[in-house]
Nanobody, 118 residues
Framework: VQLVESGGGLVQPGGSLRLSCAAS????????MSWYRQAPGKERELVAA????????NYADSVKGRFTISRDNAKNTVSLQMNSLKPEDTAVYYC????????????WGQGTQVTVSS
C-alpha cells in the first residue's frame, strides 16, 4: 500500500489549494478514504472522509462549506479542494486508508505541508 500526497504549499488567507493523494498497491475502489491534518503542537484530526463509491462524505465542522473531498476511482486518487483558507488551516495534511475488519491497521501517506499566511 502506498499513498502519496501532493499539492501543498504557501497560500494567502482567503486563497485556495487542491491536495491530491495517489494510491497504489490495493483495490482503491473498495476502500473509504480520509484526509487528516496535524498542526504544530496539536493532535492529528480528521478533516474529511469519503466512502468507497464517493456517494457519501463527511467533514469536520471547522471546514464545512470550505473544503470538498472527492475521488476518482479510475485514477486511484482522492482529492481535497480547500477554499477560503484561514491561518488556522495551517498544518501537515495526510491521506489515510482506514483499517478494516480484514486488515486491522491504518495506512498513511507522508503528508504535505499547507501554510496559510500573508
Amino acid at each position: 500500500v502506498q499513498l502519496v500526497e501532493s499539492g501543498g504549499g504557501l497560500v494567502q488567507p482567503g486563497g485556495s489549494l487542491r491536495l491530491s493523494c495517489a494510491a497504489s498497491g490495493f483495490t482503491f475502489s473498495s476502500y473509504g478514504m480520509s484526509w487528516y491534518r496535524q498542526a504544530p503542537g496539536k493532535e492529528r484530526e480528521l478533516v474529511a472522509a469519503i466512502t468507497s463509491s464517493g456517494s457519501s462524505t463527511n467533514y469536520a465542522d471547522s471546514v464545512k462549506g470550505r473544503f470538498t473531498i472527492s475521488r476518482d476511482n479510475a485514477k486511484n486518487t482522492v482529492s481535497l479542494q480547500m477554499n477560503s483558507l484561514k491561518p488556522e488551516d495551517t498544518a501537515v495534511y495526510y491521506c489515510k486508508r482506514p483499517r478494516t475488519i480484514a486488515v486491522n491497521r491504518d495506512y498513511w501517506g507522508q503528508g504535505t505541508q499547507v501554510t496559510v499566511s500573508s
